[in-house]
Every structure is written in C-alpha cells, then in structure tokens.
C-alpha cells in the first residue's frame, strides 16, 4: 500500500455510560474515552460532531464522518419527491449543528437544543456504537425501565 495514498478515517464507535454537569453556558466536558475515538482533520483539530435532535426526546451527535454516510444513505433510501422531499430537507439540515471540542474536551450544546429535549443542569452521555446520545437521565432511566428487552440473541453470540 502506497502510504501517500489517503486512507479513509475509520467510523468512531463510542460505548458506556457517563453523566455530566452541563455549565450555564451550556458546555459539557465529553469522556475522555470519547474523545479519543473523535476522528481528527489535522493537529489543530481537537474533533467535531454533528448533534441533531433525535426521535425520542433526546440529542444525537455523530463523528463528521459518520454523518456524510448517514446523508448519502438517506439520500439513496428518500422516495419522498416534490413539495414534500424539500420539506424534509429543510427539518433535517436546519436542525443540524456542528460542535467543535475545546482544548479541555468541553462543546457547547445551544441552549434552546437543551431546553428543547429538557436537559437541565445534568445529562446523560451514550455510546451507542457510531452514535453519541445526550438524554436528561431522569427521563432516560423512566424509559429504561418500561423496556423489557429479550437480549438472548446477543448474549448467544457474546458468551
């Protein structure tokens, strides 16, 4: 392999569970264990996600990366055409912001973004495979335990 060929940045995986203090200015320090899977553009880039509004209340943030292969595959899958299709597009990129980490590994999340999904002073940061998740944990543990989940399928194939 040619090493001054580009070689494509591998999709971050994120997992665990960790709950955070949100400053009033709206900043939340990422785990370090996130920060590190954070793909990087160059030296002074200290990673940037993208955070949208997810479907349960709740606040998505994917690597750049990732979010490119989300569009291209949503893009591919839209049936939606017309009056119809602009609308969709018009919901899903206003909404999107991008966040840039600080030297101390902090972002700041909009302040209406958090009111919006109802995360106060506290929140409860999800890896989820290639996706962050940011929940009030009062409201993520409420939804929690109404879930009654059969996990044999992937307790066979881990144990």
Not at 21 to 42: Q, Y
Not at 50 to 63: E, H, M, N, R, V
Not at 108 to 124: A, D, H, M, S, Y
Request: net charge negative.
């Amino acid at each position: 392999m040619d090493p001054r060929t580009p070689q494509p940045i591998p999709s971050a995986r994120f997992h665990g569970r960790f709950r955070q203090k949100i400053d009033e200015k709206g900043r939340v320090s990422l785990p370090a264990l996130f920060r590190r899977a954070i793909p990087r553009e160059g030296d002074q880039d200290n990673g940037t996600l993208i955070l949208i509004k997810g479907p349960d209340g709740y606040l998505q943030a994917f690597s750049v990366q990732e979010w490119e292969e989300r569009i291209e595959r949503i893009n591919a899958a839209s049936k939606a055409k017309g009056a119809e299709a602009r609308w969709r597009r018009r919901e899903l990129f206003s909404s999107v912001v991008p966040l840039s980490l600080d030297d101390k590994g902090r972002c700041t999340i909009p302040r209406q973004l958090l009111e919006e999904v109802g995360i106060g002073q506290e929140c409860l940061i999800l890896g989820v495979d290639r996706v962050i998740e940011i929940w009030d944990p009062q409201r993520f543990f409420e939804l929690e335990a109404a879930q009654e989940l059969d996990l044999s399928d992937v307790e066979d194939i881990l144990f």
